[in-house]
């Protein structure tokens, strides 16, 4: 760990932690969202197109060469993929698998797109899948199987919980999986150095531009003036603390890493399922059995561990690299070239 990170330890689990946190209460601002009238449609252009705002103000301030498109087309076109295809359909399934799963439940699956993740990246990346990934993904499918009543041992849920639907465990794995594949993207940007603030630009325009063109702009205008009629400023209120909300969750995550290795900060996010249960339970009343809470126990220890093991591997292999080109360079240094004329 460099002398930034010793330093900054504590701020950098702050920031970490403060992101699983605001992450875990975005199903409190899309079910109040909803409450108001809002459509879908709506709530789904709206984290996009300010994400967009957002970033591209921080260029403007920070360095406008961020505004700079990556200039090798591979790399661009990998942000239109991204922005295209990929962030219109996380933002699509995740504001619906909120409306149609309870919060804890929802949340669990938006967690859980590392198992997805660890079969991706080995397709994509040629990454290994280990033993202890394997046993990790198993134990957090068992531990979901638990939370979906798929294994009850009996137990019937409780009047005042929400029922589960298989609507909404085909939008819970439809966003596992769609964020697994965003996630992996800019996986691909960051390690081709390719600024986070560059790529998010970019991939949230292009999300903007494709969810106006699909959902209607005349028709998300009205249903945000019928809204704020009906409901008052608070509309606007809520709307712009969540996107305030989203918007800090992903910087200061990012952030973190300047002062934490990526595993510590994998350990944070047990806080993201842990905060939707609690606000699910004491804002929204939803209850879950003792075998869901045990369920979703084992999902996020084994997913967290997996997160934490893996950024530990990672780092002793980046470690051992560097030694190794090191005892190269001392060898080469300590027995020069002769040249014989």
Known sequence: MDAKKRKGVGFGIFLACSSAVATGTFGIFLHYLSVFGLSDDTVTLIGPVFMFIAFLLIALIKDRRLLLAPKKLYYFTMIAVSGFILYPLYNFTYVRVFA?????????????????????????????????????????????????????????????????????????????????????????????????????????????????????????????????????????????????????????????????????????????????????????????TPLQMLGIAIAVCAIVYMQYSEGKREKAELAAQTESVDLTQDSANANPEVDVE
């Open 100 to 288: 149609n799963l309870p919060m804890a439940i929802a949340s669990l699956f938006h967690f859980s797109n590392s198992i997805v993740l660890v079969f991706l990246m080995r397709i994509l990346f040629k990454q290994k899948i280990t033993k202890e990934k394997l046993i990790c993904c198993v134990l957090a499918i068992v531990g979901i199987m638990l939370v979906l009543q798929v294994i009850s041992f009996g137990a019937v849920a409780p009047d005042s919980s929400v029922p589960i639907t298989s609507m909404g465990i085909f939008w819970g794995v439809a966003v596992a999986c769609a964020l697994a594949f965003v996630y992996s993207i800019d996986y691909f940007h960051i390690s081709h150095d390719v600024p986070v603030i560059t790529t998010q630009i970019y991939a949230c325009l292009c999300s903007s531009i494709i969810l106006l063109i699909t959902s209607n702009p005349a028709a998300v205008g009205q249903n945000i003036m019928e809204s704020i009629s009906a409901n008052g400023a608070v509309v606007i209120v809520v709307a712009l603390v969540y996107c305030a909300v989203l918007m800090w969750s992903y910087y200061s995550i990012t952030a973190c890493y300047n002062y934490i290795d990526a595993s510590y900060g994998a350990l944070t996010f047990v806080l993201e399922p842990s905060v939707a249960a609690i606000l699910g339970f004491i804002i929204l009343h939803e209850t879950l």
